[in-house]
């Protein structure tokens, strides 16, 4: 009994080491600019790490100190934790598969489109009635000012590697024809032929291109690049915390036959 009550309580202190990385992703997740304008997205992955800690700490305390209760609550509420996490992992991977980016002729970055994204993060996420907000959010933020400061020539902000919101909300696409004057500056006619967000970038440092759809693209660019790294992260975090959560079942339920076993013994006896 002792052995596996010891056994259970190491099991758990692992399982209790493993929600550090998955606090650690949504807290990176939660400090990046744009995900700071998508305030229903910052947090969830911090509440599950934060449940993980809290449910490990309770099996180990109950491992630890031969609290059979305890035990039975910690298998229950695991199971579940795990559940909603491969839940959340198998989303994030679905809807951040397709990709809305396409290369720039003699460009160091990318641009996007809307259309290459996931039907349910464009629902969710740049519908008309989130976009208000988030553009708003994006528009007080100093995303787009910075360029000003990192690029004085064109030929420099050309081969810049950009972010996807930098490369769809702070210029024109590329295809609407229009000069470089400076990163959020440009001039000239735009082709509104080839394209609506031609017609609506403007050099107002509250406008620029907010209301492009190259910006929605370019969020959604963003939000999947970061996913797909703490993908990553959560894969090789569920895998152990599954692994982790089989051990300690058995290393459970061989306590319970000990001790019935025990028990048998002393009735016998």
Not at 57 to 66: M, R
Not at 217 to 242: C, D, F, Q, S, Y
Request: hydrophobic share 45%.
């Amino acid at each position: 009994m002792a052995v596996s009550n010891n056994l259970t309580a190491l099991l758990n202190f692992v399982a209790l080491m493993c929600s550090i990385p998955i606090i650690s992703a949504g807290i990176w997740l939660a400090s990046k600019p744009d995900n700071d304008c998508i305030r229903w997205l910052r947090w969830p992955l911090v509440f599950i790490g934060l449940a993980f800690l809290l449910v490990t700490l309770t099996g180990f305390v109950g491992a630890y100190w031969k609290k059979e209760g305890l035990l039975g609550v910690y298998l229950v509420c695991m199971f579940i934790l795990i559940v909603l996490l491969l839940v959340v992992l198998v989303l994030a991977f679905v809807v951040t598969r397709p990709n809305g980016a396409y290369a720039s002729p003699g460009m160091g970055f990318h641009e996007y489109r809307l259309e290459g994204f996931s039907s349910w993060l464009r629902d969710h996420v740049t519908s008309s009635d989130n976009w208000g907000g988030i553009r708003a959010c994006l528009a007080d933020s100093q995303t787009c000012p910075k360029l000003n400061q990192r690029f004085i020539s064109a030929a420099d902000f050309f081969a810049a590697h950009l972010s996807p919101v930098q490369s769809g909300c702070c210029k024109p696409p590329m295809i609407c024809g229009l000069q470089y004057s400076s990163p959020t500056t440009w001039v000239g006619p735009p082709n509104a032929a080839v394209d609506p967000d031609c017609v609506i970038w403007n050099n107002d440092p509250s406008q620029l291109c907010y209301n492009c759809n190259s910006c929605k693209a370019g969020l959604l660019g963003n939000l999947r690049h970061e996913w797909r790294k703490v993908n990553v992260v959560l894969i090789v975090t569920v895998v152990v915390l599954i692994w982790v959560y089989l051990i300690a079942c058995s290393a459970y339920k061989n306590a319970q036959t000990e001790e019935l076993f025990r028990k048998y013994k002393q009735g016998w006896a």
